[in-house]
């Protein structure tokens, strides 16, 4: 069973960048994309984006311009960054797996990111 | 697009509650729909993907539907219990494989 754990700081200053990583165990990257999608209560759930294992990226076009998402497999890790952050993404940052049959089947348990300064 | 949900609904145990999911523009047939259950402090699960295919373990209580004229989604939950009394949203995918959720409904078990 694939398990997906976030870290990274909860708390980041106005203006400043965003960065978070998913460690993922008990299952191979390879062949899978891997995202990142975020919750809060205005809001509700809303995908960033993905990235292949082989690197190939794909963002949520209202976020494109702010986002990077990259995949390091031989640690068995994926990062987000979100630059010039704002009050608006403050959320529980979630990474997930897509699995083979569509469906994000494998989450990690979230971890809260305010912006504040 | 958008995939617009009612913002709650509510029914005793036991009963039916049926979820809505509109697709604004593009065809709701022309993409998968999958439905997640977010609970408080937890994870979303999968209750629904593919349209109307259950994960290992969820409940046949659960089930999923398509309809195309009215270009909507739609969640079923029987048997209402507590345990159900969540967050559910809807997701599919546009054209360039990027994924849009639905709204998301609360679901309160009176």
């Known amino acids: 069973q694939v398990q997906l754990q976030e870290t990274g700081p909860g708390l980041v200053r106005p203006s400043e960048t965003l960065s978070l990583t998913c460690s993922v165990s008990?299952?191979?990257?390879?062949?899978?994309?891997w995202n990142w999608i975020r919750h809060s209560p205005g809001k509700g759930l809303e995908w960033i984006g993905y990235v292949f294992s082989n690197g190939n990226t794909n963002y949520n076009p209202s976020l494109k311009s702010r986002v990077t998402i990259s995949v390091d497999t031989s640690t068995n890790e994926f990062s987000l960054r979100l630059s010039s952050v704002t009050a608006a993404d403050t959320a529980v940052y979630y990474c997930?797996?897509?699995?083979?049959?569509?469906?994000?089947?494998?989450w990690g348990q979230g971890a809260l990111v305010s912006v504040s300064s | 697009f958008l995939l617009t949900q009612p913002h709650s609904v509510s029914e005793s145990p036991g009963k039916t509650v049926i979820i809505s999911c509109t697709r604004s523009s593009g065809s709701v047939v022309s993409n998968s729909v999958q439905w997640y259950q977010l609970r408080p402090g937890s994870a979303p699960t999968t209750v629904i993907f593919a349209d109307n295919q259950r994960p290992a373990g969820v409940p046949d209580r659960f089930s999923g539907s398509v309809d195309g004229p009215s270009n909507s989604a739609s969640l079923t939950i029987s048997g209402l219990k507590t345990e159900d009394e969540a967050d559910y949203f809807c997701q599919s995918y546009d054209t360039t494989n990027h994924a849009v959720f639905g709204t998301g409904t609360k679901v309160t078990v009176l």
């Open positions: 008990g299952g191979s990257m390879t062949s899978y994309y």
């Open positions: 997930a797996r897509d699995s083979l049959d569509g469906h994000f089947d494998s």
